[in-house]
Nanobody
Framework: QVQLVESGGGLVQAGGSLTLSCAAS????????MGWFRQAPGKEREFVAA????????NYVDSVKGRFTISRDNAKNTVYLQMNSLKPEDTAVYYC????????????WGQGTQVTVSS
Protein backbone atom coordinates (compact mmCIF):
# COMPACT_ATOMS: atom_id res chain seq x y z
CA GLN A 1 0.00 0.00 0.00
CA VAL A 2 1.40 3.33 -1.04
CA GLN A 3 1.61 5.88 1.72
CA LEU A 4 2.73 9.48 1.86
CA VAL A 5 2.85 10.83 5.38
CA GLU A 6 3.42 14.54 5.99
CA SER A 7 4.68 16.02 9.22
CA GLY A 8 6.11 19.25 10.54
CA GLY A 9 3.12 21.52 10.30
CA GLY A 10 2.07 23.82 13.10
CA LEU A 11 1.46 27.36 14.25
CA VAL A 12 4.13 29.97 13.60
CA GLN A 13 4.31 33.75 13.68
CA ALA A 14 4.71 35.74 10.51
CA GLY A 15 8.37 35.84 9.52
CA GLY A 16 9.04 32.48 11.08
CA SER A 17 10.09 29.18 9.55
CA LEU A 18 8.85 25.62 9.33
CA THR A 19 10.13 22.51 7.61
CA LEU A 20 7.64 20.00 6.32
CA SER A 21 8.60 16.39 5.71
CA CYS A 22 6.90 13.73 3.64
CA ALA A 23 7.88 10.12 4.18
CA ALA A 24 6.99 7.88 1.28
CA SER A 25 6.52 4.16 1.00
CA UNK A 26 6.98 4.38 -2.77
CA UNK A 27 9.56 1.98 -4.05
CA UNK A 28 11.81 2.74 -5.68
CA UNK A 29 11.45 6.33 -4.51
CA UNK A 30 13.66 7.53 -7.33
CA UNK A 31 10.97 6.49 -9.80
CA UNK A 32 8.86 9.43 -8.70
CA UNK A 33 8.95 13.16 -9.00
CA MET A 34 7.50 14.80 -5.91
CA GLY A 35 5.47 17.89 -5.29
CA TRP A 36 3.96 20.01 -2.55
CA PHE A 37 0.51 21.54 -2.84
CA ARG A 38 -1.60 23.56 -0.45
CA GLN A 39 -5.24 24.38 0.09
CA ALA A 40 -6.41 27.35 2.09
CA PRO A 41 -9.95 27.57 3.51
CA GLY A 42 -12.43 28.39 0.79
CA LYS A 43 -9.84 28.15 -1.95
CA GLU A 44 -8.83 25.57 -4.49
CA ARG A 45 -5.74 23.46 -4.02
CA GLU A 46 -2.70 25.09 -5.57
CA PHE A 47 0.72 23.92 -6.64
CA VAL A 48 3.57 25.08 -4.41
CA ALA A 49 6.76 23.31 -5.47
CA ALA A 50 8.07 20.25 -7.27
CA UNK A 51 11.32 18.34 -7.52
CA UNK A 52 12.57 15.83 -10.04
CA UNK A 53 13.58 12.29 -9.12
CA UNK A 54 17.24 13.24 -8.83
CA UNK A 55 16.65 16.56 -7.12
CA UNK A 56 18.35 18.30 -9.97
CA UNK A 57 15.31 20.20 -11.14
CA UNK A 58 12.92 22.20 -9.00
CA ASN A 59 10.17 24.67 -9.66
CA TYR A 60 7.98 26.89 -7.51
CA VAL A 61 4.88 28.97 -7.65
CA ASP A 62 5.86 32.62 -7.89
CA SER A 63 4.43 33.50 -4.49
CA VAL A 64 6.95 31.30 -2.65
CA LYS A 65 10.07 31.79 -4.76
CA GLY A 66 12.99 32.86 -2.63
CA ARG A 67 11.23 31.81 0.57
CA PHE A 68 10.54 28.07 0.17
CA THR A 69 12.98 25.32 -0.77
CA ILE A 70 12.02 21.81 -1.82
CA SER A 71 14.53 19.01 -1.43
CA ARG A 72 14.62 15.25 -1.22
CA ASP A 73 16.68 12.46 0.29
CA ASN A 74 16.25 9.36 -1.83
CA ALA A 75 18.08 7.22 0.72
CA LYS A 76 15.39 8.12 3.27
CA ASN A 77 12.44 8.14 0.86
CA THR A 78 11.64 11.62 2.09
CA VAL A 79 10.89 14.98 0.52
CA TYR A 80 11.10 18.25 2.42
CA LEU A 81 9.72 21.74 2.14
CA GLN A 82 11.72 24.37 3.98
CA MET A 83 9.54 27.44 4.47
CA ASN A 84 11.10 30.72 5.54
CA SER A 85 9.73 34.23 5.95
CA LEU A 86 6.25 32.82 6.35
CA LYS A 87 3.28 35.07 5.73
CA PRO A 88 -0.33 34.79 6.94
CA GLU A 89 -1.34 34.02 3.35
CA ASP A 90 0.75 30.84 3.53
CA THR A 91 -1.80 29.43 5.96
CA ALA A 92 -3.18 26.23 4.45
CA VAL A 93 -3.20 22.48 4.58
CA TYR A 94 -0.07 21.31 2.83
CA TYR A 95 -0.05 18.06 0.87
CA CYS A 96 2.78 16.12 -0.68
CA UNK A 97 2.17 14.18 -3.85
CA UNK A 98 4.01 11.84 -6.18
CA UNK A 99 3.94 11.32 -9.88
CA UNK A 100 5.82 8.90 -12.09
CA UNK A 101 8.88 10.47 -13.69
CA UNK A 102 7.28 10.01 -17.11
CA UNK A 103 3.81 11.04 -16.02
CA UNK A 104 2.07 14.37 -16.00
CA UNK A 105 -0.38 13.85 -13.17
CA UNK A 106 0.20 13.30 -9.49
CA UNK A 107 -1.17 9.89 -8.59
CA UNK A 108 -0.42 9.54 -4.90
CA TRP A 109 -1.31 12.03 -2.18
CA GLY A 110 -0.69 12.40 1.51
CA GLN A 111 -3.30 13.29 4.08
CA GLY A 112 -2.01 16.81 4.61
CA THR A 113 -0.54 18.81 7.44
CA GLN A 114 -1.86 22.13 8.71
CA VAL A 115 0.33 25.22 8.59
CA THR A 116 -1.01 28.32 10.32
CA VAL A 117 0.83 31.62 10.19
CA SER A 118 -0.32 34.26 12.63
CA SER A 119 0.11 37.97 11.97
Amino acid sequence: QVQLVESGGGLVQAGGSLTLSCAASLLPFSRYAMGWFRQAPGKEREFVAAISWSGGNTNYVDSVKGRFTISRDNAKNTVYLQMNSLKPEDTAVYYCAARYNTGAEYVYWGQGTQVTVSS
